[in-house]
């Protein structure tokens, strides 16, 4: 199982970046989809997430209104939509694949998010 992430940078504050998370080597359509963050010193945390079934979708509030997921199982790809960025979105974003009730997990490698004037 392979996940690749794309589409970090450096953006400006109030700029907007589109992350990618390629999956290979599961069948893409049975897992939630999540992304993670993690800033400097602090622990990973729960970002957005897409459900296998139906596509719901849920955010932290830190980003609600200014971040969308989206899946595209035919391309085996989530997508992470974030606009009007803030410093404080600086971090390392992680894609996730979870098999609930199997016990799978997956990670990518992350991609840098650094937002800055």
């Known amino acids: 199982v392979q996940l690749v992430e794309s589409g970090g940078g450096l953006v400006q504050p109030g700029g907007s970046l589109r992350l990618s998370c390629a999956a290979s080597?599961?069948?893409?359509?049975?897992?939630?989809m999540n992304w993670y963050l993690q800033a400097p010193g602090k622990e990973r945390e729960l970002v957005a997430v897409i459900s296998s079934v139906g596509g719901s979708t849920s955010y932290a509030d830190s980003v609600k209104g200014r971040f969308t997921i989206s899946r595209d199982n035919a391309k085996n790809t989530v997508y992470l939509q974030m606009n009007s960025l803030k410093p404080e979105d600086t971090a390392v974003y992680y894609c996730?694949?979870?098999?609930?009730?199997?016990?799978?997990?997956?990670w990518g490698q992350g991609t840098q998010v650094t937002v800055s004037s």
């Open positions: 080597g599961l069948t893409f359509s049975r897992y939630d």
């Open positions: 996730n694949a979870k098999l609930s009730g199997w016990g799978l997990d997956y």
